[in-house]
Antibody, heavy 122, light 111 residues
Framework: QVQLQESGPGLVKPSETLSLTCTVS??????????WNWIRQPPGKGLEWIGN???????NYNPSLKSRVTISVDASKNQFSLKLTSVTAADTAVYFC??????????????WGQGTLVTVSS | QSVLTQSPSVSGAPGQRVTISCTGS?????????VHWYQQLPGTAPKLLIY???NRPSGVPDRFSASKSGTSASLAISGLQTEDEADYYC???????????FGGGTKLTVL
């Protein structure tokens, strides 16, 4: 059974870069059957899709975040990563990683990681 | 402002039936992209509840059902139980945005 686990700093200073990693166990990021996603949830608010990456390195990003987001995959470590630049307090959120089966546009997010809280504060 | 619109809250007594609506547009639900539903218990990650408009994953009770029509979808929960108290989110794909989109979430309170 595939499991996803987020990791990274819980505190990031304003204007700096948020970096998170999702480690996949029980499955492979190199599988051609999935897109690997980042989703976030500000405290007390709803879910926002950030973007995803395919094993080839092909990416899709939320237009509202596209200028600041980079998602990449590292097959050697069976991980995929998120970088969000120039963060502000509005980027404070629980960040989740999740998997989508190809064809991704019609499919659902499952499973999800447990999430990691990132706070942007000086 | 979420691309998919959900009412912020709904409530019901144990044993009752409630419905949660999810309204989209011609570029997402109306374009016949599938709608999926998630249940999020406090302090936990969302859990897949319904996929492909109306299908339940293994382990999800048949008290949960969903449907889609036009630019809207709905989730119904019958025989409400206290453990159903959670936030519920709908999700689809938007072809205009080329993005996966969520509803704003509906908080279910079991009175």
């Amino acid at each position: 059974q595939v499991q996803l686990q987020e990791s990274g700093p819980g505190l990031v200073k304003p204007s700096e870069t948020l970096s998170l990693t999702c480690t996949v166990s029980g499955g492979s990021v190199s599988s051609g059957s999935y897109y690997w996603n980042w989703i976030r949830q500000p405290p007390g608010k709803g879910l926002e899709w950030i973007g995803n990456v395919y094993q080839s390195g092909n990416t899709n990003y939320n237009p509202s975040l596209k200028s600041r987001v980079t998602i990449s995959v590292d097959a050697s470590k069976n991980q995929f990563s998120l970088k969000l630049t120039s963060v502000t307090a509005a980027d404070t959120a629980v960040y989740f990683c999740a998997r989508v089966i190809v064809p991704a546009a019609i499919n659902w997010f499952d499973p999800w990681g447990q999430g990691t809280l990132v706070t942007v504060s000086s | 402002q979420s691309v998919l619109t959900q009412s912020p809250s709904v409530s019901g007594a144990p044993g009752q039936r409630v419905t949660i609506s999810c309204t989209g547009s011609s570029s997402n639900i109306g374009a016949d992209f599938d709608v999926h539903w998630y249940q999020q218990l406090p302090g936990t990650a969302p859990k897949l509840l319904i996929y492909g408009d109306s299908n339940r994953p293994s382990g999800v009770p048949d008290r949960f059902s969903a449907s889609k029509s036009g630019t809207s979808a709905s989730l119904a929960i019958s025989g409400l139980q206290t453990e159903d108290e959670a936030d519920y989110y709908c999700q689809s794909y938007d072809s205009s945005l080329s993005a996966w989109v969520f509803g704003g979430g509906t908080k279910l309170t079991v009175l």
